[in-house]
Antibody
Framework: EVQLVESGGGLVQPGGSLRLSCAAS????????MNWVRQAPGKGLEWVSY????????YYADSVKGRFTISRDNAKNSLYLQMNSLRDEDTAVYYC????????????WGQGTLVTVSS | DIQMTQSPSSVSASVGDRVTITCRAS??????LAWYQQKPGKAPKLLIY???SLQSGVPSRFSGSGSGTDFTLTISSLQPEDFATYYC??????????FGGGTKVEIK
């Protein structure tokens, strides 16, 4: 069974940093591209970042470019999101999601981890 | 950037009703369109990919159609478990995937 489990969310002050993790199991993690998608309270879904299976290709949404860094460790079956210079508007539930490249969809999602940026 | 516009933003319907949700892309995206269902406090679930292909395990009362810029998600006979928010997602600019604003299906 495919499982994605996020961790690392919490309360952080504006300007602070946080590192999210996503532990993957039930599939060959090193064969899949992965993403972070977020959802602000009461709002819609926003794609945040993409990383290819080998980490050779990385993309970011304009809203986080220069502040967030996506990475992965295929030996540990783990995905990460380093978030720096956090702003109030970064408050959201952050989901890791597997990409099914042929269909170009997010076929499996984690349960999400809440990041709250507030003073 | 490709913008995705869903309508309506919310719809009230009864069990057994036929419900149709529309998604429009700001430019042609061929058939690179997916639909997701999200229930409160839960992660989104993939329903439809490639505009009209049903994801494994999804009930056949869900169907998708369209190509180019205009797409629809239809629930042929609404069931109690279908009350949720639905999102479209374009995949033409993969891996830069963007979502529509969502359509909440509420109980009438």
């Amino acid at each position: 069974e495919v499982q994605l489990v996020e961790s690392g969310g919490g309360l952080v002050q504006p300007g602070g940093s946080l590192r999210l993790s996503c532990a993957a199991s039930g599939f060959t993690f090193s064969s899949y591209s992965m993403n972070w998608v977020r959802q602000a309270p009461g709002k819609g879904l926003e794609w945040v970042s993409y990383i290819s299976s080998s980490s050779s290709t990385i993309y970011y949404a304009d809203s986080v470019k220069g502040r967030f860094t996506i990475s992965r460790d295929n030996a540990k079956n783990s995905l990460y999101l380093q978030m720096n210079s956090l702003r109030d508007e970064d408050t959201a539930v952050y989901y890791c999601a597997r990409v099914e490249s042929a269909a170009r969809t997010f076929d499996y999602w984690g349960q999400g981890t809440l990041v709250t940026v507030s003073s | 950037d490709i913008q995705m516009t869903q309508s309506p933003s919310s719809v009230s319907a009864s069990v057994g009703d036929r419900v149709t949700i529309t998604c429009r892309a700001s430019q042609g995206i061929s058939s690179w369109l997916a639909w997701y269902q999200q229930k409160p406090g839960k992660a989104p679930k993939l329903l439809i990919y490639a505009a009209s292909s049903l994801q494994s395990g999804v009930p056949s009362r869900f169907s998708g159609s369209g190509s180019g810029t205009d797409f629809t998600l239809t629930i042929s006979s609404l069931q109690p478990e279908d009350f949720a928010t639905y999102y479209c997602q374009q995949a033409n600019s993969f891996p830069l995937l963007t979502f529509g604003g969502g359509t909440k299906v509420e109980i009438k």
